[in-house]
T-cell receptor, first 115, second 114 residues
Framework: GESVGLHLPTLSVQEGDNSIINCAYS??????FIWYKQESGKGPQFIID?????DKRQGQRVTVLLNKTVKHLSLQIAATQPGDSAVYFC??????????????FGKGTSLLVTP | SAVISQKPSRDICQRGTSLTIQCQVD?????MFWYRQQPGQSLTLIAT?????????ESGFVIDKFPISRPNLTFSTLTVSNMSPEDSSIYLC???????????FGPGTRLTVL
């Protein structure tokens, strides 16, 4: 069935480098996408979101890119810091009246920042 | 965003018993949801908690196993009934404010069933 998935389960980067976490989605009806960060023992923390009518959105040290042609989403983290080490999830809202606010989560990428 | 709390934060339970998890928000929210996160896995939506009416369950989840209440705009409970070791997971509530789409999550309840 339709699903959201991640290309890489783990990513190791050096402190100060930029990180890119990728996510593929298969439902062309998806209207809204969110990135969450989950640190060990905690609930997911909202990072940034993007609507399907946008290609790019920037936050503080983070940028989300949306390519609807190939159904691909990425999260870029600039100047990665040790505190960025966590599991990152992308999630999609199916964007239909019946789906309401339901989010479909991807499998997650573990980001490890090394000194 | 408001503060979302869950009780208990963790518990160890015996097979065949039930556990009720509480989710409390310190301001009114539009939507409340319950998710399950099995060890090392992603999040799976269990149900949407509807105020004053029966919850809306996702495929694979049933009310007899996961009864949910939402008596007002700031509180919801999820009960995990007749537990088995396969129910060992993190259970998370999430909320939506106003007319947005963003879901904000509580800290989770870590359940271990022996």
């Amino acid at each position: 069935g339709e699903s959201v998935g991640l290309h890489l389960p783990t990513l190791s980067v050096q402190e100060g480098d930029n990180s890119i976490i990728n996510c593929a989605y298969s439902n062309s009806a998806s209207d809204y996408f969110i990135w969450y960060k989950q640190e060990s023992g905690k609930g997911p923390q909202f990072i940034i979101d993007i609507r399907s009518n946008m290609d790019k959105r920037q936050g503080q040290r983070v940028t989300v890119l949306l390519n609807k042609t190939v159904k691909h989403l990425s999260l870029q983290i600039a100047a990665t810091q040790p505190g960025d080490s966590a599991v990152y999830f992308c999630a999609e809202n199916l964007g239909t009246q019946n789906s309401g606010y339901a989010l479909n989560f991807g499998k997650g990428t573990s980001l490890l920042v090394t000194p | 965003s408001a503060v979302i709390s869950q009780k208990p934060s963790r518990d160890i339970c015996q097979r065949g018993t039930s556990l009720t998890i509480q989710c409390q928000v310190d301001s009114q929210v539009t939507m409340m949801f319950w998710y399950r996160q099995q060890p090392g896995q992603s999040l799976t939506l269990i149900a949407t908690a509807n105020q004053g009416s029966e919850a809306t369950y996702e495929s694979g989840f049933v009310i007899d196993k996961f009864p949910i209440s939402r008596p007002n705009l700031t509180f919801s409970t999820l009960t995990v009934s007749n537990m088995s070791p396969e129910d060992s997971s993190i259970y998370l509530c999430s909320v939506v404010y106003g007319f947005g789409y963003t879901q904000y999550f509580g800290p989770g309840t870590r359940l271990t069933v022996l």
